[in-house]
């Protein structure tokens, strides 16, 4: 039998403020069911004749494949439209083509550049919206990486996550905030171009303090990552930004995840995991780093015991599918 609150319902989400410290929690227990639910070979209905709308303008392999497969699991349907693929912004609004689908779908899943595209969604298409990673934000992210973390270590509480790379990027943004909501402590290492933005940062340390922990910023790794249990990494361009590639890759080098910085942790033999949301450039070169071998982690972290970055992406699956359930799904019909 799963059980889960049902406050989400017809909630949407546009970045983690949007839930409850509480709520946040539960929807990861509800995804840590769902998963043994699918582990015990059960394919259930609780999301029949739901259909999702996935709008995407950025590319993507998790949150497109996880979102798909989540609805299709519970007897539901995903429909993947890209920018090209509908008049969406172009021939007509979003205020327009939210009202429109809105009509049609149960909920729609945005991918894309502007926060406030995904907020207009939400506020015209009269239907849950749930922000699927903007420029600024990427919050269903952080449910999988706390699922992940609580499978790995038991719990989140008392656990210290060490963020190093990108500061300001839309991951480390919903991290940060994360990371406060359940009681994490929060190490941002980071040189001082790329610092969190104040007001976020401000934003996410009222909530940490509420929850007993604390939010720090260091511009030294070695220094930073010290005492931490999980060490997390993003690009150090995020789609959109590839213009700065150069700029980027020459100012986060000294960020890279490498064996000796999660040596400096001092927890190599004791409570240690590394994390990446993926993609990652770790051993191959691409258009946009070229000659560049591995960038913001090596092949040795990502490759060793520590790296749970694939059950962490399987957890996308999960993870989303708890937030569709607790959205769209009524409680009393299960
Ligand atoms: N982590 C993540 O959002 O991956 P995708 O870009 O493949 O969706
Ligand atoms: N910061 C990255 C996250 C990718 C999942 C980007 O926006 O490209």
């Not at 929807?27 to 394919?43: D, E, F, P, Y």
């Not at 709308?53 to 995903?78: C, H, P, Q, V």
């Not at 719990?155 to 190093?164: E, Q």
Request: proline content about 2%; charged content about 30%; hydrophobic content about 40%.
């Amino acid at each position: 039998m799963l059980t889960w609150m049902d406050s989400l319902k017809g909630r949407s989400l546009m970045r983690l403020t949007s839930f409850s410290d509480e709520e946040m929690l539960d929807l990861i227990n509800l995804a840590a069911q769902l998963k043994a639910r699918r582990a015990a070979g059960v394919r259930g209905d609780l999301l029949a004749r739901k259909n999702i709308a996935l709008i995407f303008e950025k590319s993507s392999t998790r949150t497109r494949n996880s979102s798909i497969i989540a609805a299709r699991d519970e007897g539901g349907g995903a429909e993947y439209l890209t920018r090209p693929d509908i008049h969406f912004g172009k021939k007509e609004s979003v205020k327009d083509t939210a009202r429109v689908l809105g009509r049609i779908y149960d909920g729609i899943l945005f991918r894309g550049f502007s926060q406030q595209t995904c907020e207009d969604l939400a506020r015209y298409s009269g239907v849950p919206v749930w922000n699927g990673l903007t420029d600024d934000y990427h919050p269903t992210q952080i449910f999988a990486d706390f699922l992940t973390i609580k499978e790995t270590f038991g719990s989140l509480k008392g656990c210290t996550l060490a963020y190093v790379g990108d500061g300001r990027n839309n991951v480390a943004n919903s991290l940060m905030m994360g990371c406060a909501k359940c009681g994490i402590r929060y190490i941002c290492c980071t040189p001082k171009e790329l610092i969190p933005d104040a007001k976020i940062l401000a934003e996410a340390d009222e909530v940490a303090r509420k929850n007993g922990v604390d939010i720090r910023v260091f511009n030294d790794p070695k220094e930073g990552v010290r005492g931490a249990n999980v060490l997390y990494t993003d690009v150090w361009v995020s789609m959109g930004e590839e213009d700065k590639a150069a700029e980027r890759i020459k100012m986060l080098r000294p960020y890279q995840i490498n064996m000796e910085l999660m040596r400096a942790t001092g927890n190599l033999d004791g409570k240690l995991m590394f994390l990446h949301c993926l993609p990652a450039f770790h051993d191959f070169n691409t258009e946009v780093t070229k000659d560049c071998g591995a960038l913001e982690v090596t092949d040795e972290v990502f490759e060793s015991k520590y790296s749970k970055v694939f059950d962490e992406a399987e957890n996308r699956m999960h993870t989303i599918k708890a937030l569709f359930v607790s959205s769209l799904c009524d409680r009393k019909n299960v």
